[in-house]
T-cell receptor, first 114, second 114 residues
Framework: GAGVSQSPSNKVTEKGKDVELRCDPI?????LYWYRQSLGQGLEFLIY????????KSGLPSDRFSAERTGGSVSTLTIQRTQQEDSAVYLC????????????FGSGTRLTVV | SQQGEEDPQALSIQEGENATMNCSYK?????LQWYRQNSGRGLVHLIL???NEREKHSGRLRVTLDTSKKSSSLLITASRAADTASYFC?????WGGGADGLTFGKGTHLIIQP
């Protein structure tokens, strides 16, 4: 597609459930990033993928968070045993390469844990 | 951690006036970027300035960078109601080593009064 696509756009889940968030980057963009934005706050970096390389997971807030990127394209962010503090907008972005020329962001997934 | 810090946190001006937002950061950077966010969803890349550049223009936008003071400013001239949004600076740190993404500040919320 022409832009970065994220799904679902909104997700309400019960505390303790697992959720999967999906990101489909722009075709040909080798770099993919996940960020989290809590209400009224800046963006918190979570994880970065460069092509098929193994990512650095040190930005993930806890071991309940995991992410994968299949075939160097679509990425899935999984949150296990969700907690209320996980409620936020999860934003995915892609760029042509790691050498920054500006990210293209998706519209995000608004996650609400009740 | 948040490297970029925008100032002011909120700014309200009359349509037609110029809006100036500032960003300070802490570490050496490869480049600094400005993004706009409407309604708390996806961010739109506005402009990128590299560490060896001092000023850059794009339409009604003017960005300056002072690496000695570790600061940048974004000027929007002849503001319009459609410029109402949150504006974020983001830095690509030299020490990143390719394992992380841009570091975003908390943003300046700009309101243009018609």
């Amino acid at each position: 597609g022409a832009g970065v696509s994220q799904s679902p756009s909104n997700k309400v889940t019960e505390k303790g459930k697992d959720v999967e968030l999906r990101c489909d980057p722009i075709s040909g963009h080798t770099a993919l990033y996940w960020y989290r934005q809590s209400l009224g706050q800046g963006l918190e970096f979570l994880i970065y993928f460069q092509g098929n390389s193994a990512p650095d997971k040190s930005g993930l807030p806890s071991d309940r968070f995991s992410a994968e990127r299949t075939g160097g394209s679509v990425s899935t962010l999984t949150i296990q045993r969700t907690q209320q503090e996980d409620s936020a907008v999860y934003l995915c972005a892609s760029s042509v390469t790691r050498d920054q020329v500006g990210y293209t962001f998706g519209s995000g997934t608004r996650l609400t844990v009740v | 951690s948040q490297q970029g810090e925008e100032d002011p946190q909120a700014l309200s001006i009359q349509e037609g006036e110029n809006a100036t937002m500032n960003c300070s950061y802490k570490t050496s950077i490869n480049n600094l970027q400005w993004y706009r966010q409407n309604s708390g969803r996806g961010l739109v890349h506005l402009i990128l300035i590299r560490s060896n550049e001092r000023e850059k223009h794009s339409g009604r936008l003017r960005v300056t960078l002072d690496t000695s003071k570790k600061s940048s400013s974004l000027l929007i001239t002849a503001s319009r109601a459609a410029d109402t949004a949150s504006y974020f600076c983001a830095t690509d740190a030299v020490w990143g080593g390719g394992a992380d993404g841009l570091t975003f500040g908390k943003g300046t919320h700009l309101i243009i009064q018609p």
